[in-house]
């Protein structure tokens, strides 16, 4: 925390020094804020002319001599009036000081050195020899309007990174550029995986064959889990009446959904935001006995939220939003046992794709504000205790967001590490155990003694949705996909025309096994074609030529193991087969 | 030819032996129209009375009576004046007569007998002994507006049927009754495979777990089948800017799409009705060599129509359809391969499904008609030339719908005919030679010599959607699934419950390659488990007992098969699992 607090400081008087170098190039320069943000800083400045990436440099040099100078910061408290003095060239602070007077709040300077003075609350180091002058660096300049405000006017803001130390600072820019090399934006489009086309929309990505595949692959493995669980598949439209939307509530509170479609004599229709309401009216429109509890309904399909456009991001972030949805209708006594199972689940599925470092965030109620959730305190605090008991058991970290439950049940939330250290958000588990789903739709089941119960439902997804758990693998796996997600998972160069029928026998034999094969024809030099192979970050390279031929043998070259000595046909395509059954990672 | 005109005579002459039996009953009776249509007749009339089954029974025999009179009938031409003067009492029918005046028609009058005298245009029989009395049948009664618009008055309409032999008619009748066991709303419900939700909306259907599994079966089979054929799958939003729908000229044309979601800061946004354009963007979002050509994707996606209310059944017409939709790009000396392969896989898939009667209609251009079509006429008459070959060397049954092609291509499109003999159109192949799709897209491609080439667009859908086609499935099939199809493929019904673990055994060994089972638990009589079994018209009831869990065996009951004696479990796997694999109908 300390530490924190002092980063902050260092990053804080960066922000001060850079201002100081900018005015001494620019002496008009006209200031406006200068924040700390993660991993550093910015300022936002007018200047007479762009800024170049030279510019950059000139300022961190000098920032660098000011940390040299051991200057000190020094704040003062001003009157109005004092400060409107002192900042009358300066009319984003003057624009501040307005703002703060009208406050009532007090105005504070921060001198550095000699050589500077801004209008500061405060926060910064005693003296630049504190900050580490190899620890920083100015990042990037960007445009942003005065006060973030498109009526406003254009600045110029310059962003910096800053750190304890040079080690930090090398391991964030070491970070930066693998995660720059991952970007699934850029391998998307290298490895012809998906693009979104303006004609069509942003954040609705269309998906090439590989990309296509891809989806199908994960899509089909997670059905393969639930349906091995005893999960049902269900279909539901992608549109509905609004009429399901007054029921559940969402028409009134869930606010990215997208403006209706009106059909004026009949009604209005809306594309789902979610799928709960189409999940109970299914699950009301047959009756149930307790005996077939709990009924598993699971289904894979497209959601729409209207997410603003400069929100959007490739995959991670998009409109039209895939879950791999499911909702588990239980007697109360069965909802530990189907927790659990979903907690198999998921456990099974990130072991396969080798998520292992992993926490779950459980939302548990307030118990200083019981007023805010509904049903027994006493139900509320035993399975909170039971969800905990479940996760601990397992060995899985987790902590613990008291306060953070919905009013009608509590939560498991499942935090993925990736090999970069980001934090992604993946799978939910949350127990509608106390309404409104079941009450709202008036869901129930006939017990022992033909009364009627109400069952709990438990909502889950696993993936949380196919795109941006794509985004994710892109970027986790750097587009080098284990085999069994590879969209082509061999490519075959001939090392010449000559074995173009040999590559066809060798594509046959691997894909009898079901094994996705392409053959490069030789109309590029070997090197090339190779080359190209490893860019695609196909898996398996098999050259063949004379000498394969004669044997009935293929060369093997693994995109991360390298060579790999040359094996039968029916070798290499029983390795591959192998590789793929068992998702070798 | 002259049948079918002599049977619409025989039709017409029974609604004028309708309309006389009606006055008769009821002397107030205002009469409407009463025109020919398939199978019958009906006529409309509004009546001082809603009428009983037993009044149609009064009207039959009245009119059988009026048949066995010999009455002939004879026409006369009317001026305005004395048709007004006869029909007088007849609101309706001097509606028509100002009509017909108005567009100077001539007014003729048939007079049947000395009993009933109607406005008409002709086409009777010369004498009611012409009719065959034992062929026609009063069939039901219906509400209907005057002219088909809900703001006139409500009639009531009786329907006819009539035929030229009384065989005809039974024929038909067993037909009917036969199509109403069939109905795939009936069984849909029955078997448990999908539902329509008022909250939801008319034609959006939710499909249950087995359903659900059909669907996929279905879709899959087809996936895979194209993937054989070396189609490769994409994937597509459901939604688009309207900008799309600009380009592709569907925004001015299409009247099926549902209203716009209108994003007032950023665009209107719709559903799409249907794939090409998404389809041709993907295609166009990168450059492409005539090496590359044919590019096949393919996408199993809905679209999304609104068909009025009143025109929606079932699953057979919807508004949230699933097409198996698939568009090649080639050059134009590929067309014929490419229609070829599609042959190929449309007659495979009917062989499947056993779909043994079907014809092709190719729809050609009209070479009177030559401006309606671009493009050279010659290259018109070559290509469909090309395509009655190709279809008339497979031995398939064709018919040629001169003038029925659109204006950019000709066509084909497969009508199967089920086991009642009715007809449904499946499939369909469009040819867009040339235009619209590729020139409005710009769509091109890289000759060998660097220069562009435009490629042909080929439209493909197998199943056509495959909502409908699982209604024609349920249908054909009466519920009756082959095993590979059936949702539910094997029921293990266990003599008491002593025999449940050994049931779990039957069922393990069963899941373990791949069947569908389930276990029904002896809470029931056995003789009333075995019903239900075959209600659910599940292919395999494997009853287990004493006897087969010591011999380790299953007794084995085949819902069309009937008893096929007992079998190892080893046995019963391997037949069922030969069978899923071969997809035995």
């Not at 990053?11 to 200031?31: G, I, M, N, Y």
Request: aromatic share 10%.
């Amino acid at each position: 925390m300390d530490n924190e607090k002092k980063l902050d400081g260092i990053r804080h008087s960066l922000a001060h020094l850079l201002a100081a170098a900018v005015l001494k190039k620019f002496p008009d320069a006209k200031l406006a804020i200068g924040p700390v943000i993660e991993n550093g800083f910015y300022y936002d400045f007018l200047l007479p002319r762009s800024l170049a990436p030279e510019d950059l440099k000139d300022f961190e040099k000098d920032m660098k001599k000011m940390i040299g100078g051991k200057l000190s910061f020094t704040g003062k408290e001003v009157s109005v009036a004092e400060a409107k003095e002192i900042f009358k060239d300066q009319p984003f602070k003057l624009e501040l000081i307005e703002e703060f007077s009208d406050e009532d709040k007090t105005l504070t300077t921060y001198k550095t050195g000699e050589v500077f003075l801004d209008l500061c609350r405060g926060g910064h180091v005693d003296n630049t020899s504190e900050i580490n002058a190899d620890a920083f660096k100015l990042e990037k300049i960007a445009g942003a309007y005065w006060r973030g405000d498109e009526k406003n006017q254009m600045l110029q803001r310059i962003y910096g990174l800053a750190f304890s130390s040079k080690d930090d600072l090398d391991a964030y820019l070491k970070m930066m550029e693998e995660a720059k090399k991952r970007d699934h934006r850029k391998l998307g489009k290298e490895l012809g995986l998906f693009t979104i086309i303006d004609e069509v929309g942003p954040g609705l990505p269309l998906f090439y064959p590989k990309g296509a595949i891809l989806r199908r692959t994960v899509e089909n493995y997670i059905t393969e889990i639930q349906e091995a669980k005893g999960y049902v598949p269900i279909w539901i439209p992608h549109i509905t009446k609004g009429e399901l939307y007054k029921i559940s509530g969402h028409l009134d509170k869930y606010d990215a959904m997208y403006p209706p479609m009106d059909l004026k004599d009949e009604a209005k229709y809306y594309l789902k935001p979610m799928n709960c309401p189409h999940f109970m009216m299914l699950y009301k429109s047959i009756p149930h006995s307790y005996r077939e509890l709990p009924v598993r309904y699971t289904c894979t399909t497209t959601n729409y939220r209207y997410e603003k456009s400069g929100e959007l991001s490739g995959l991670t972030r998009v409109r039209s939003l895939t879950q791999d949805d499911c909702h588990v209708f239980a007697r109360p006594d069965q909802i530990e046992g189907e927790v659990n199972l979903m907690l198999d689940m998921i456990g099974e599925v990130y072991k396969t794709f080798g998520f292992d470092n992993f926490r779950v965030r459980i939302s548990t109620h307030d118990p200083e504000n019981k007023e805010k959730y509904i049903g027994d305190p006493e139900i509320w605090k035993n399975s909170e205790e039971a969800l905990s008991k479940l996760i601990a058991t397992r060995g899985w970290k987790y902590d613990i967001g008291v306060g953070e439950a919905a009013f009608y049940g509590p939560k498991l939330d499942f935090i993925f590490k990736d090999v970069l250290g980001r934090d992604w958000q993946l799978s939910t588990i949350q127990l509608d155990m106390n309404l409104p789903g079941p009450e709202r739709f008036a869901l129930e089941y006939t017990n022992a003694d033909g009364k009627k119960g109400q069952p709990v439902v438990i909502h889950r997804a696993i993936l949380g949705s196919t795109e941006r758990f794509l985004g994710i693998l892109i970027e986790h796996f750097a587009g080098a996909f284990p085999l069994w997600l590879a969209p082509v998972q061999a490519t075959i160069i001939p090392v010449s025309e000559k074995f173009s029928e040999y590559s066809e026998k060798v594509m046959n034999s691997l894909t009898a096994v079901g094994i996705r094969a392409e053959i490069y024809a030789a109309d590029e030099t070997l090197g090339k074609r190779i080359r190209e192979a490893e860019m695609q970050k196909i898996p398996y390279v098999l050259v063949v030529g004379e000498k394969e031929e004669s044997t009935g043998e293929v060369s093997v070259r693994h995109y991360k193991r390298g060579q790999e000595g040359t094996l039968s046909l029916k070798e290499i395509a029983e390795k591959m087969k192998k590789e793929v059954d068992e998702k070798t990672i």
